[in-house]
Nanobody, 124 residues
């Protein structure tokens, strides 16, 4: 069993920054690839970013590339999403999730454990 807890969401003005964290517990974290997804009101959940277990592979949605950075600290069982130059369209609930081994990084059906989500609101 894996428990994921996100934090760091909030209200920020356009152009501002937020840093989301996801702490994992319950089993070995360092061997798992992790991802961030988001869901805006009335929209489907979408891929944001993912990182391999080693941190070598980092993938981003085109909409956040160059603005968001994913990282991880396996010693602290934490994956982080640094979000800069935020836009109103980034407003959503952000979720971290654990990818099932060998599966795609990009689709939510390939992730089996999810956090409860943290709200990010960007005002114009």
């Amino acid at each position: 069993q894996v428990q994921l807890v996100e934090s760091g969401g909030g209200l920020v003005q356009a152009g501002g920054s937020l840093r989301l964290s996801c702490v994992a517990s319950g089993r070995t974290f360092s061997s798992d690839a992790m991802g961030w997804f988001r869901q805006a009101p009335g929209k489907e959940r979408e891929f944001v970013a993912a990182i391999s277990w080693s941190g070598i592979i980092k993938l981003y949605a085109d909409s956040v590339k160059g603005r968001f950075t994913i990282s991880r600290d396996n010693a602290k069982n934490t994956v982080t999403l640094q979000m800069n130059s935020l836009k109103p369209e980034d407003t959503a609930v952000y979720y971290c999730a654990r990818r099932m081994g060998g599966r795609s990084y990009y689709t939510e059906v390939d992730y089996d454990y999810w956090g409860q989500g943290t709200q990010v609101t960007v005002s114009s």
